[in-house]
């Protein structure tokens, strides 16, 4: 399992990700999967906003190891979470790119959510942030968000 608790006024500080806004500064993000502690509150707050179609699940329930998943709590609360997919690049024929024999990855971004108590408050753009940011250690080209409507 990886979990990575961040600091977001440090990694902000270091130009990284945004800063979060005062009201919701106590907020701690952390990448999730099935093996996650809170993975069934994530799942759940998922569901509930009508996005698990867009999560990577087998039939028993396992998230894809292409796919990943950062999620914001207040406590134990989730209050954001963002998912998001590394895969070959593509021609507009549909052939993976290559570059020296080996095939370009970008990240595509999936599902994306704020409560309303935290909407507008920068918790997504911290987690945009953070996504552009793994992809970019997963040594993907680029993060396409041109499946949603985000930051």
């Known amino acids: 399992m990886v979990t990575t608790e961040t600091q977001p006024k440090r990694a902000a500080q270091k130009g990284l990700i945004p800063e979060l806004t005062a009201p919701v500064s106590k907020i701690r993000i952390e990448a999730v999967d099935n093996w996650h502690q809170e993975w069934v509150a994530v799942l759940t707050a998922i569901r509930r906003s009508g996005q698990e179609a867009a ?35 593509k021609t507009t024929q549909g052939a993976v790119v290559l570059e020296a024999g080996r095939a370009v990855l970008e990240a595509r971004l999936d599902a994306i959510w704020s409560a309303n108590d935290v909407a507008g408050q920068g918790v997504d753009h911290v987690l945009t942030g953070m996504a552009e940011a793994h992809a970019l250690m997963l040594q993907c080209r680029t993060f396409r968000h041109d499946a949603l409507d985000v930051c």
């Open 55 to 89: 999560l990577m699940l087998d039939n028993d329930g396992w998230l894809s190891a292409r796919q990943t998943v950062f999620a914001a709590f207040n406590g134990r609360r989730v209050v954001a979470y963002l998912a998001f997919h590394v895969a070959p690049s």
